[in-house]
């Protein structure tokens, strides 16, 4: 526990949540941060460090939804690529800033964190207990072989009281489409600037591409493909497109909508009031793909917009890849039962 006097014993454990079975590892920060391998059943890859680091994408390092780094820069870059969460809390009369998973506010709050990995492989779930504010925030990463990437996230409160907050959610250092590994690694800031990311403000669609191909001809490229994130679960939030206005909203500052981000890093953030009462809690997620041209993005935002249960389908395709990877392992007699 940071900031507390409990025994932060590091414990390994079975679990159930919902109908998963997970292998809890409790107290897993007071470990050193290792590196893991998250498996589908179709053609997502995902490594991913214990303190929240990843690289993700479909098909090959070519297709990255994150930068594609050795693993020591992966783990280094936890603060800045992938899950980023700050919470505002109201409670006794008094603003709080919870961030999970970071260690800005090492200290402040007592904190437990525990890592939860499914028996199959092709789940994590990062959880976070706040022992000041009486909340717990998880997200957990999936795969869908419809849909990409999806993280779900999950606050549950234990207070006493109702609790009013405002929410910071989403991701960082998001790729666009058409850069691949070997000019990440060499020219990332020349990537920077020919980034551009746009919001679909009726849907809540950000789409990452590029202003042109970077190539060394003198010729026209045009980017004609793009990563896309959106999102479900939350009440008409404000959507940011850069990592800008952190700074802003930990200082309790409002922030304001951004659909329009040239030569940025890309990030996709939803910012919402909420309110908990005891023992409630409040699901949402965030789904990503790659490699996206301009009739797959006008048939997502159409689907986005049109289909009412769009959070059910998510779910029932990322189980439906559960079952196919178990029956792919099955066929090469990796399930065995002692």
């Given at each position: 526990m940071k900031g507390g006097n409990t025994s932060n014993a590091i414990e390994l454990n079975r679990v159930q949540i919902g109908r998963d079975y997970y292998f809890k590892i409790s107290n897993s920060d007071a470990l050193r941060p290792f590196f893991m391998s998250i498996v589908s059943d179709?053609?997502?890859?995902?490594?991913?460090?214990?303190?929240?680091?990843?690289?993700?994408?479909?098909?090959?390092?070519?297709?990255?939804?994150?930068?594609?780094?050795?693993?020591?820069?992966?783990?280094?870059?936890?603060?800045?690529?992938?899950?980023?969460?700050?919470?505002?809390?109201?409670?006794?009369?008094?603003?709080?800033?919870?961030?999970?998973?970071?260690?800005?506010?090492?200290?402040?709050?007592?904190?437990?964190?525990?890592?939860?990995?499914?028996?199959?492989?092709?789940?994590?779930?990062?959880?976070?207990?706040?022992?000041?504010?009486?909340?717990?925030?998880?997200?957990?990463?999936?795969?869908?072989?419809?849909?990409?990437?999806?993280?779900?996230?999950?606050?549950?409160?234990?207070?006493?009281?109702?609790?009013?907050?405002?929410?910071?959610?989403?991701?960082?250092?998001?790729?666009?489409?058409?850069?691949?590994?070997?000019?990440?690694?060499?020219?990332?800031?020349?990537?920077?600037?020919?980034?551009?990311?746009?919001?679909?403000?009726?849907?809540?669609?950000?789409?990452?591409?590029?202003?042109?191909?970077?190539?060394?001809?003198?010729?026209?490229?045009?980017?004609?493909?793009?990563?896309?994130?959106?999102s479900l679960g939350l009440e008409r939030p404000i959507y940011l497109l850069s990592s800008l206005q952190l700074k802003d909203f930990r200082k309790g500052k409002p922030v304001q909508q951004e659909e329009d981000v040239k030569a940025e890093k890309g990030a996709y953030f939803v910012v919402t009031e909420m309110t908990l009462a005891n023992g409630a809690e409040k699901e949402w997620m965030m789904v990503a793909n790659v490699n996206q041209n301009h009739a797959a993005i006008a048939k997502l935002s159409a689907t986005i917009n049109n289909e009412k249960q769009l959070a059910d389908r998510v779910k029932q395709d990322v189980e439906a890849g559960t079952q196919r990877l178990i029956e792919l392992n099955a066929a090469a007699d990796a399930l065995q039962l002692t």
């Open positions: 179709s053609d997502h890859w995902m490594f991913i460090s214990s303190n929240g680091g990843l690289s993700a994408g479909r098909k090959n390092a070519e297709y990255a939804l994150f930068p594609y780094y050795t693993d020591d820069k992966i783990t280094e870059s936890a603060e800045i690529t992938g899950s980023k969460t700050i919470f505002r809390v109201q409670k006794g009369g008094t603003a709080h800033v919870w961030e999970p998973f970071s260690e800005r506010f090492d200290g402040l709050h007592k904190v437990s964190r525990h890592l939860y990995k499914s028996i199959y492989g092709n789940k994590i779930i990062f959880e976070e207990e706040s022992h000041d504010l009486q909340l717990t925030f998880r997200y957990e990463w999936s795969s869908s072989d419809v849909f990409g990437f999806v993280r779900k996230s999950t606050l549950i409160s234990r207070a006493a009281e109702t609790v009013n907050l405002t929410v910071l959610d989403g991701l960082q250092n998001i790729m666009p489409y058409g850069v691949n590994s070997a000019l990440q690694n060499s020219a990332s800031n020349l990537v920077d600037a020919y980034k551009r990311s746009e919001l679909e403000a009726a849907t809540g669609l950000g789409i990452y591409a590029l202003s042109a191909l970077i190539v060394d001809k003198a010729e026209p490229s045009e980017a004609l493909k793009a990563n896309t994130v959106w």
